[in-house]
């Protein structure tokens, strides 16, 4: 059984950075996407950033110039370096991964921004 593990939130101030990391169980190269999620209270989650296996690597709008994807295939992981943080990042964080069309989570980090 695949698993994906986050670490990396926590507590910061507006304007800091935290650099969150995904482990996974297996060779991320087996992945055909990887991708970073939020989700805050009472709101649905949402894609920030993710990677395709051809390399293709896309943002969303309200993270572009802040956040930052990358991987380390030596080490089975994907990052996500958030910088100039806002209150509005406050929310559980997910990695995910698919397999050909199965989508898998891992068990959230919680980053909290204070004003």
């Known amino acids: 059984q695949v698993q994906l593990v986050e670490s990396g939130g926590g507590l910061v101030q507006a304007g800091g950075s935290l650099r969150l990391s995904c482990a996974a169980s297996?060779?991320?190269?087996?992945?055909?996407?990887m991708g970073w999620y939020r989700q805050a209270p009472g709101k649905q989650r949402e894609l920030l950033a993710s990677?395709?296996?051809?390399?293709?690597?896309t943002y969303r709008d309200s993270v572009k110039g802040r956040f930052t994807i990358s991987r380390d295939n030596a080490k089975n992981a994907v990052y996500l370096q958030m910088n100039n943080l806002e209150p509005e990042d406050t929310a559980v964080y997910y990695c995910?991964?698919?397999?050909?069309?199965?989508?898998?989570w891992g068990q959230g980090t919680q980053v909290t921004v204070s004003s």
């Open positions: 990677f395709t296996g051809t390399g293709t690597t």
């Open positions: 995910a991964a698919r397999i050909a069309v199965v989508l898998l």
């Open positions: 297996r060779s991320i190269d087996s992945f055909n996407f």
